[in-house]
């Protein structure tokens, strides 16, 4: 009974965080249609201002607080340098370029801090342990499921209620159509990235709270958790998102607490696995999209 | 038959190459040799590359995995036996006592990569095209993951070595040639031909019907199979490597070259190597110079990749398609030149379905 | 009011629209006419902000419009209804009427009075009204979106092929709505094929052919021109 309470705070958790990474790349593919790959580096940029700012009188809040902000700044820096100037090109242009600004804000990390791991402020209450259930477990993964919970109640308003919320729900099926509605295509799109740099933001604080450090490379790891758990989830639902990231983290979780002691370290290639057998039977994804006469 | 224009371009691509083994040969300076086998297996690897993505349209970010594939592959057939029990202490027994020459090495590491990309990746031919893209890096991912901690067979984290040395230049510029020939007849081909139609029309796509993941898929296996022997003959060059050479940083250097080049034609994957591996040498030298002469306190790296992202950048701005964006050298003459002023282009929009070619 | 003057629209070589020039006065129920590809479109939406065009000129009410930015034609009082209707699938009747009101989302009452409004000149949009707009038959969508266009209180209404994709009988009733705006003093250029039914609600007439054109005149007039089925048979 303990492991099933164990079990499912793990995956409530990772899922929570995993929902909210995904939910922060489909935003933008959504109404874009374009992949946004320097996404793991707001992570990283995330991780980074922690570092910088580590040792200032500041309470860990208020570095969180700007740590976020950085986030949601290089989340709109990303569109202006990296979409924004080929974004009429092709839709390949665009994923290459934002391959291209990854590469560029990770050697830069690399160049002007250090390729070595960096410690990162972390609150003491998240080391701390908690009991439920009989189940011990840090407090930061509670904290992760309060905040995720938060989180995307808040998002789930702001889309349905808020004028913003529908303009930009509209903007995801017929960008042109919301334009001559009068809808401004730039704000669109720029709240767009903010809401994605958000979610990384505070994705980053409960990832960088794990191990404590950030490197260069940290990003890589949350990217690729956002594509597989949109891709599981369907690529433009903002609902598929959220449950493809709980989809993952359910068999993330699950491999971790079945394989056994030499093939764990196999794990990502298990799940990869068991993804190219849902993609198999169902290849738009768990969740159609808004409809759309377009291939996606 | 092939059209005329199409063997004038396999004739202007194979001279460049015939033309470096020739200037190498009459400079007959070592360093010069080694940047040119870099090159040729660059050359096999980029258009290796262009062979799925010209023709697909989808940009794939696993073809360093199957490269790593091939030369795993490669290095398990050939290391020598007596080696083998130091490199590969873990070795599974059944392969433990082979010893293959080097060449068949090579060409079965290709030929396991194919299998591998056969195996794994109808499923990903029926995603959808951004779908399709992001899941080929997570199966860059997971390759490398295998490769990192697949210890009996990679030796793990840790250089493998012991590969006897036998790739030199002529084998090198024959390999890159014989990628070049291929890529060219695939693109011809019935295949490449269908393929590339159903990229860009939906219309044409939806009526072709359930035949494009069979025809990505073929693409799909090609480009494995020419990564998978560029990755043996890369391994029988250095003869000692990790993972960590089959990564994020090469694929990067690769899609660049092919960006650069002109994703959709294999003139652009040839002449976007050649460019690029010239202008790294240049940097690399910048970069030491910069270094021996100590003008940063600290050691700079990553200026090549910074460039290289830079530049990738500023092409798909000014040209998208890259330098050869749609026709192949063999076909630029006679030009036909399109009107263009005055066109009438949609409100500043921000996506638009066609691809970059 | 519309002052449209040497419009000139090409796409890459072809020039869709060339030198076109037409005015619509106020209150005014003008119809563009012509076969297909003889650009009626196009320079629709080159009036609408939606083309950028080669050249030309366009003034509403005197000042003149900028090209390609759809957004600011609806903040000068023009709304626009495309020929692909363009619901918004996902979302509700109610959130769609409600998108159309962007413009002037500082006023709540206001927005709140014109949807009342429109429920009233649509009635079955009223009974839809939590339904997700993808689920409504295509006259339901036509009404639909013209209702939405009304939302932003355009003093200019541009419709391009309302009646596209109809059944006839609910063709009859877009064009008795189409006339019933015209009455209420809303000014309109209507885009259409479907030459009998608009030239018996407007006012007046454009006919177009190979991008430029024609004809022009009161309805009525052009109504009774002989030659007009060989305009539109491309003769």
């Not at chain 1, 793991?40 to 860990?60: H, K, N, R």
């Not at chain 1, 974004?87 to 665009?94: D, H, I, L, Y």
């Not at chain 2, 083994?21 to 007959?28: F, I, K, S, T, Y």
């Not at chain 3, 939302?151 to 092929?161: A, G, I, N, Q």
Request: aromatic share 8%; net charge positive; with cysteine.
């Amino acid at each position: 009974m303990t492991a099933a309470i164990q079990f499912v705070i793990d995956v409530l958790s990772l899922g929570g965080a995993y929902a909210l990474m995904a939910l922060g790349l489909v935003i933008v593919y959504g109404i874009l249609r374009l992949v946004n790959f320097a996404y793991g580096e707001l992570i990283m940029v995330a991780g980074y201002s922690l570092y910088l700012l580590d040792g200032s009188p500041l309470p860990w809040l208020v570095m969180a607080a700007v740590a976020v902000l950085a986030a949601i700044a290089t989340g709109i820096l990303t569109d202006y340098v990296a979409f924004r100037p080929v974004r009429a090109k092709s839709v390949t242009a665009v994923l290459i370029t934002s391959f291209a600004f990854s590469t560029l804000l990770q050697n830069a990390a690399l160049l002007f801090i250090s390729p070595r791991p960096r410690n990162v402020p972390v609150p003491d209450v998240f080391s701390d342990t908690v009991q439920i259930a009989g189940a011990i477990t840090p407090v930061r993964n509670v904290l992760t499921i309060v905040a995720a919970a938060a989180m995307l109640s808040i998002f789930a308003l702001v889309m349905k209620r808020t004028m913003l919320g529908i303009a930009m729900r509209a903007a995801a099926t017929q960008f042109t159509m919301a334009r001559m509605l009068g809808v401004p295509a730039n704000l669109v799109i720029s709240t767009a990235f903010a809401i994605s740099g958000l979610m990384a933001g505070v994705v980053a604080l409960f990832w960088l709270g794990r191990s404590g450090t950030v490197v260069p490379g940290i990003g890589l790891e949350p990217l690729l958790v956002a594509f597989i758990a949109t891709v599981i989830g369907g690529m433009r639902s903002l609902q598929g998102a959220v449950l493809g990231g709980f989809v993952l983290a359910f068999i993330d979780t699950g491999l971790n607490y079945s394989l056994p002691q030499n093939l764990l370290q196999f794990r990502d290639a298990f799940t990869f696995s068991l993804v190219i057998l849902i993609l198999l039977w169902r290849p738009e994804g768990l969740m159609r999209g808004p409809a759309s006469g377009q291939r996606t | 038959m092939l059209e005329r224009r199409t063997w004038l371009t396999l004739l202007l691509l194979l001279l460049p190459i015939a033309l470096l083994v020739l200037a190498v040969e009459q400079l007959g300076v070592r360093v010069l040799e080694r940047i040119a086998i870099n090159l040729c297996i660059s050359l096999a690897l980029v258009v290796g590359l262009q062979v799925f993505m010209g023709n697909s349209g989808i940009l794939s970010f696993a073809h360093i995995g199957f490269m790593g594939v091939g030369a795993y592959a490669s290095a398990v057939f050939s290391i020598p036996a007596r080696m083998k029990g130091m490199a590969l202490p873990d070795l599974y027994g059944v392969v433990a006592g082979l010893e293959l020459s080097p060449y068949l090495a090579i060409a079965l590491g290709g030929l396991v990569a194919a299998a591998v990309a056969a195996l794994v990746s109808y499923p990903l031919m029926r995603l959808s095209d951004a779908a399709a893209v992001i899941t080929s890096f997570a199966l860059l991912v997971v390759l490398h993951t295998i490769m990192l901690h697949w210890s009996q067979v990679t030796n793990g984290p840790r250089t493998l070595f012991g590969l006897p040395k036998v790739t030199d230049l002529h084998l090198a510029a024959a390999t890159a040639a014989g990628a070049v020939v291929l890529a060219v007849l695939f693109k011809e081909s019935r295949t490449g031909v269908l393929l590339r139609a159903s990229r860009d029309d939906e219309t044409a796509a939806a009526a072709i019907g359930a035949g494009i993941p069979q025809l990505r898929w073929r693409a799909f296996v090609l480009s494995a199979l020419i990564a998978g022997v560029a990755g043996g003959l890369w391994g029988h060059f250095i003869t000692s490597f990790s993972p960590k050479a089959f990564y994020l940083k090469e694929t990067f250097v690769v899609l660049g070259m092919l960006v650069i080049g002109g994703t959709s034609t294999v003139s652009g994957a040839v002449f976007g190597c050649f460019l690029v591996t010239f202008a790294f040498e240049g940097l690399r030298s910048v970069e030491s110079a910069l270094n021996r002469a100590q003008i940063f306190t600290e050691q700079v790296v990553g200026l090549t990749e910074v460039a290289l992202a830079l530049a990738m950048i500023g092409i798909l701005i000014l040209r998208p398609g890259g330098l050869f964006a749609t026709t192949e050298i063999g076909a630029v003459w006679p030009f036909r030149s399109i009107p263009t002023k005055g066109a009438a282009r949609p409100a500043p929009s921000t996506s638009t379905r066609k691809a970059s070619s | 009011m519309l002052e449209v003057s040497d419009l000139e629209v090409r796409y890459g070589a072809i020039r869709a629209v060339r030198g076109v020039s037409l005015s619509v006065a106020e209150g005014e129920l003008a119809v563009l006419l012509g076969a297909n590809g003889a650009g009626k479109s196009s320079t629709l939406k080159a009036i609408a902000g939606a083309l950028r065009p080669a050249r030309g000129r366009i003034t509403l009410d005197g000042a003149e419009v900028p090209y390609g930015w759809p957004e600011r034609m609806v903040r000068l009082g023009a709304a626009m209804v495309p020929e692909t209707r363009e619901v918004f699938p996902d979302l509700t009747v109610a959130e769609n009427l409600r998108l159309g009101a962007f413009t002037r989302r500082a006023d709540p009452a206001g927005v709140a009075a014109d949807h009342a409004r429109v429920v009233e000149l649509f009635p079955v949009l009223g009974e839809r009204t939590g339904q997700p707009a993808g689920t409504l038959s295509g006259g339901e969508q036509q009404m639909l979106v013209i209702a939405r266009a009304l939302m932003s209180r355009p003093r200019l209404l541009l419709l391009d092929e309302p009646s596209l994709g109809l059944a006839p009988a609910i063709i009859e009733r877009i064009f008795a709505m189409i006339a019933e705006l015209k009455r209420t003093g809303l000014t309109i250029l209507l885009v259409e094929q479907n030459a009998a039914q608009a030239l018996a609600i407007a006012d007046h007439a454009f006919v177009m052919r190979l991008g430029e054109v024609a004809a022009s005149g009161p309805a009525a007039e052009i109504r009774a021109a002989t030659d007009l089925k060989a305009l539109y048979l491309g003769g």
